[in-house]
């Protein structure tokens, strides 16, 4: 549903734009016979730059703030940094929903002062790309200039980098700027996903301590964003104590999991970060718990209803092939190669190999 509802805004704004311009630049600009046509040109031409701008806000910043980036996105252009150097792609799915970001590098973090010093920079990062864009776009206002086709393209950048600002500013990165210092388990689940992409998933454990720490019980029966915030930092504490083939050692974690078990079959509304925790529950309970009847169970009664469920694909698949299902590693592999999370991350690959590979340490 969220998907559905950013796709819509996104297409939306682009619309606005484009006939904002129209209005405003129809008869102000002599480019006849084709006054449509070069707008329109104009008009995907100014959507790269400005978001280009407003991304190189975030970056730079970061960089001031002693942060680097992993991964550097400006559609179509997908910058990604592999062992010291940086790989360009040209990634042309997800327009609407990913049209830029970047992914700060997460350092590892030793004690809770480097956390909170941390998480206040990649705050500081996220509210400059909208303030970059503002500022762009009144300079675009009165920068003085007489030439027609430039004008055009002023007047456009100087429209649709403040659409892009005011939108951010007040819907995305500034709503992430106040939450990553106002709500501490949206930030530790931001920092968390941010780590994962930074190559440190298997040393930032200081991360997993905080985690643990702020763990709470889940009432299952009301999931409102906050449980859902709170299932998503669990998933992660599942997820790293699979990988390591350790228990999760945490109380809250686990009573949670046995409280999932008695109250799934009465949960009436399915979340797709649910569709993931339900996953890792069912990867812990044959991994580390050994439990292949409950994870069987559990993978009947949800993943065949909500198999078509956006982006669950791969993680039908992936379910399928750790109950011992005939789905090979290789469609696995497939699946998650033309998904957006390889794009952004150059372990994810081997991660998914050892999580299966532990599989066949106890089937």
């Known amino acids: 549903m969220k998907n559905i509802i950013f796709k819509s805004i996104a297409f939306i704004i682009i619309i606005i734009a484009f006939l904002t311009n129209y209005v405003f630049i129809i008869n102000k600009v002599e480019v006849e016979p084709y006054k449509v046509y070069v707008i329109i040109c ?61 992914i700060p590098k997460v350092p590892i973090i030793r004690n809770f002062i480097e956390y909170n010093i941390v998480i206040k920079k990649i705050a500081i990062s996220a509210i400059s790309g909208p303030i970059v864009s503002i500022i762009f776009g009144m300079i675009c206002f009165v920068f003085p200039i007489n030439i027609d086709l430039i004008i055009l393209i002023k007047n456009i950048c100087c429209i649709t980098s403040l659409v892009i600002g005011m939108y951010t500013l007040f819907f995305g990165d500034g709503q992430m700027f106040l939450l990553l210092l106002k709500n501490e388990k949206y930030a530790m689940n931001i920092f968390m996903s941010f780590n994962h992409y930074s190559n440190n998933y298997f040393s930032n454990d200081y991360l997993y301590v905080i985690a643990k720490e702020r763990c709470e019980k889940i009432n299952f029966q009301i999931i409102d964003e906050n449980v859902l915030t709170e299932i998503q930092i669990q998933g992660n504490i599942i997820e790293n104590s699979i990988i390591k083939g ?75 092939y750790f109950l011992g299902y005939s789905i090979p590693l290789e469609k696995i592999i497939y699946l998650l190669e033309n998904s957006i999370e390889y794009y952004i991350s150059e372990n994810y690959i081997n991660i998914e190999k050892k999580i299966l590979n532990s599989y066949y340490q106890y089937k």
């Open 42 to 102: 104009n008009l995907v031409i100014c959507l790269f730059i400005t978001i280009l701008i407003h991304e190189l806000g975030h970056q730079v910043m970061a960089i001031i703030l002693g942060i680097s980036s992993c991964v550097f996105f400006a559609y179509p252009f997908l910058i990604i940094k592999r062992n010291n150097r940086w790989d360009i792609n040209i990634h042309m799915k997800h327009l609407f929903q990913y049209s830029g970001f970047i």
């Open 246 to 320: 350790n228990c999760i050692n945490n109380e809250v974690v686990k009573k949670n999991i046995e409280t999932f078990l008695d109250v799934y079959h009465k949960l009436d509304i399915i979340y797709e970060e649910v569709i993931c925790y339900i996953h890792l529950i069912i990867m812990y309970l044959i991994v580390i718990e050994k439990d292949f009847n409950s994870a069987d169970k559990l993978y009947k009664y949800y993943f065949l209803e909500y198999e078509n469920l956006d982006n669950a694909n791969y993680l039908l698949e992936r379910t399928k």
